[in-house]
């Protein structure tokens, strides 16, 4: 089922990340399939890669780290089939790799979790780092936050996707997945670790949450960032068309529905003062 996500959240990520290139430069010439080359992406809790492999094809150099052995030795045989991924196994001591970019991008896979990546002397940044359908799962929603912000660079994009705490994503994820249809594990959601939109915002409009000496949303209007530093937007699932899709910003009420369940979240480090 999550991965009939993928091509929404893609469509996201190069979607920001587009709007933000020609933000710089409104000459740039990028698109879909470019805006990724050559960009350093961290993909943490990557399950069995088929995220990672998608940013791989579009030119990205791609990290996927996940605490799970099982899941990096399936994503790590899944790759090692297709040649046009570049795939190389991490380095035997655990660091991570750095690597000349390739017009192919590149992916490797390290069995870790993202504190380890910040524990060693030489701290590497990313100019993209993601996490999908992990946050609702983590004991420690904020310490996790802080980890992956650290892993950031200045200027750097951070992606994530999870699941809004609200009475409709309890009948939807936990009742009807879970209980009822059976589609899910039952016991793989936990209500109260869901976080609601409004909580990331204001986890990243606060320079103490980050341990940061400013934050990473200026001002909220309204509860609503400035669309060059933070958005949220709701993914759904369309039935007639059996796929989860992205909502348009321009879908009446978007606010009020689409993000009551499962929603993707885009926030920029501010660059170096």
């Not at 698109?31 to 399950?47: A, I, K, N």
């Not at 939109?197 to 209007?221: G, H, K, T, Y």
């Not at 993000?259 to 660059?271: A, D, K, T």
């Amino acid at each position: 089922m999550l991965h009939a996500m993928n091509p929404a959240r893609v469509q996201f990520m190069t979607q920001k990340l587009m709007e933000m290139r020609r933000e710089e430069d409104s000459t740039a010439d990028v698109d879909e399939t470019t805006v990724l080359r050559g960009l350093d992406v961290l993909d943490v809790g990557c399950g069995g890669g088929l995220l990672c492999e998608t940013l791989t094809r579009l030119g990205a150099l791609t990290l996927g780290i996940d605490a799970s052995a099982e899941n990096i030795g399936i994503a790590s045989m899944h790759a090692s089939a297709d040649p046009a991924l570049n795939f190389t196994h991490s380095s035997p001591d655990g660091s991570v790799p750095s690597r000349a970019y390739s017009s192919r991008g590149g992916l490797t896979y390290m069995h870790t979790a993202v504190e380890n990546l910040l524990s060693g002397q030489h701290v590497k940044q990313f100019d993209v780092v993601c996490s999908m359908e992990v946050l609702e799962h983590v004991d420690n929603p904020g310490t996790f936050l802080r980890n992956c912000a650290a892993l950031v660079k200045p200027g750097g994009h951070l992606f994530l996707s999870t699941i809004a705490r609200t009475p409709l994503a309890y009948a939807l994820t936990i009742l009807a997945a879970e209980d009822v249809l059976r589609l899910v594990t039952p016991g793989t959601h936990t209500y109260s670790k869901f976080v609601n939109p409004s909580e990331l915002l204001d986890f990243f409009a606060s320079a103490s949450s980050l341990e940061s000496d400013r934050p990473w949303i200026s001002r909220l209007f309204d509860g609503v960032p400035a669309r060059t530093e933070a958005e949220t937007r709701g993914i759904v699932f369309v039935p007639w068309r059996g796929e989860w899709a992205l909502v348009p910003r321009s879908a009446p009420g978007a606010k009020l529905w689409s993000e009551g369940c499962n929603y993707l979240f885009w926030v920029r480090r501010p660059l170096l003062s």
